[in-house]
């Protein structure tokens, strides 16, 4: 059991200009995969310190299992909190061996030599680095040191583990593999991960909950399809992944009217008001392009821009209004440049935000 409750966190470090961290509210579930999303600066390492007693917070507290572990009035020490850390330079000691690295945090816990062994032993294979315990970390590649930094803090078996920009420093292909791993590793252990990552792909891959972070302010806590398809504002939109803001503006509560084109039928939120300017915030990959007049509440448009991406073909159109949207289609829907299109949206596929 390891839930985290965070309610109304803030810190601000001696001579910074602003909070790191503002007012952050969340709950974490046991056994949840759950992501700190966000631009650098955003506060995701000093959340993640807070949650580990690094730091103790201005205003509010942190709740593990129901048992205050941070509070303005003081903090239970990294070391009794039952939580492993991953730092993002994965600092391993480099005149241990493999085995030494693993089995330390069993050692100071005095278990018996020949449990610890069982121990490190099991560990190393979870990791996939049986046959590697003899070796120092000089002898290893950066995704290997990587998963001794893992093995270490998973020996001991924190109830959480954090980890910050764990596979940071590794090729893609090897991110790839970890993130595979890693998963399957939580699903296997039943540990809270709480995960720090920049990489909004490796965020929506990983998680069951993402926490979108900016500027210290949580913008949106969800599920990544909640995160990627309904994005609570701009920000949330804009930082995951590619969106087209159209100019429209509102006309009823189920409905906006774009400018110069047709009105699309879609949810408005309830504080804009009819007349009000906003944009329609559509992906590339919910855009269709039509052959022109198919469809009255389509978009006239011109194909400006062509790239062949392997899997998609990704087109800029420029409207009427000059506005230029981007748009991806399979790769045998094949136009060319100056092409006449018409733009249909998916209105369900489709975000309102006052315009900025
Ligand atoms: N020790 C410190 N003293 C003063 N300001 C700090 C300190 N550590 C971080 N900050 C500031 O606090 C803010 C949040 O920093 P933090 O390290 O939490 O960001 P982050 O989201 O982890 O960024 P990154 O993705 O670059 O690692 C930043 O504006 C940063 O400059
Ligand atoms: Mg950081």
């Known amino acids: 059991m390891a839930r985290i409750q965070i309610e109304n966190l803030s810190k601000q470090y001696a001579g910074g200009q602003m909070a790191a961290v503002q007012s952050l509210s969340l709950d974490i579930a046991d056994n949840r995969f759950v992501t700190l999303l966000g ?3 955003c506060g995701k390492t000093t959340t993640l310190r807070l949650i ?7 205003t509010g507290t942190i709740n593990v299992d129901g048992t205050l572990v941070s509070s303005p ?13 991953v730092f993002q330079n994965y600092a391993v000691w480099p005149h241990k061996t493999v085995f030494e690295n693993v089995a330390f945090g069993l050692q100071i816990r005095r278990l018996p030599t020949a449990q610890i062994r069982d121990k490190v032993m099991a560990m190393l294979d979870l990791v996939g680095l049986q046959g590697f315990d003899a070796r120092l970390p000089g002898q290893l590649s950066g995704g290997q040191q990587q998963r001794v930094a893992l093995a270490r803090s998973l020996v001991v078996e924190p109830g959480i583990l954090l980890l910050d920009e764990p596979l940071s420093n590794l090729d893609a292909k090897l991110r790839e593999r970890m993130r595979g791993e890693l998963k399957q590793i939580q699903r296997r252990t039943g540990i809270t991960f709480v995960y720090v990552t920049h990489d909004q792909a490796e965020a929506l891959a990983l998680s069951d909950e993402i926490a979108v972070m900016h500027l210290g302010v949580l913008q949106q806590y969800g599920s990544p399809r909640d995160i990627y398809s309904r994005p609570a504002n701009r920000v949330v939109a804009d930082f995951m992944g590619q969106v ?7 006309v009823d509560a189920g409905k906006v009217a774009i400018d110069g084109g047709p009105a699309i039928s879609v949810a408005v939120p ?3 008001a ?12 919910n855009i269709r392009l039509a052959a022109t007049g198919a469809n009255g509440s389509a978009i006239p448009g011109r194909v400006a821009e062509l790239t062949f991406l392997g899997n998609m073909n990704e087109y800029i159109v420029t409207t009427a209004r000059d506005a230029r949207l981007r748009v991806q289609t399979h790769p045998t829907e094949l136009l060319s440049i100056g092409d006449a299109v018409a733009l249909e949206f998916d209105p369900r596929q ?7």
């Open 73 to 85: 009035d003081g903090v239970t020490p990294p070391d009794r909190r039952g939580m492993g850390m």
């Open 274 to 285: 009819a007349g009000s300017a906003v944009d329609l915030a559509v992906r590339p990959e």
């Open 39 to 41: 631009p650098s600066g």
């Open 52 to 58: 580990a007693g690094y730091l103790r917070p201005d």
């Open 270 to 272: 309830g504080s804009l």
């Open 244 to 250: 087209n803001f159209v100019p429209a503006r509102v």
């Open 350 to 356: 489709c975000s309102v935000f006052a315009r900025s």
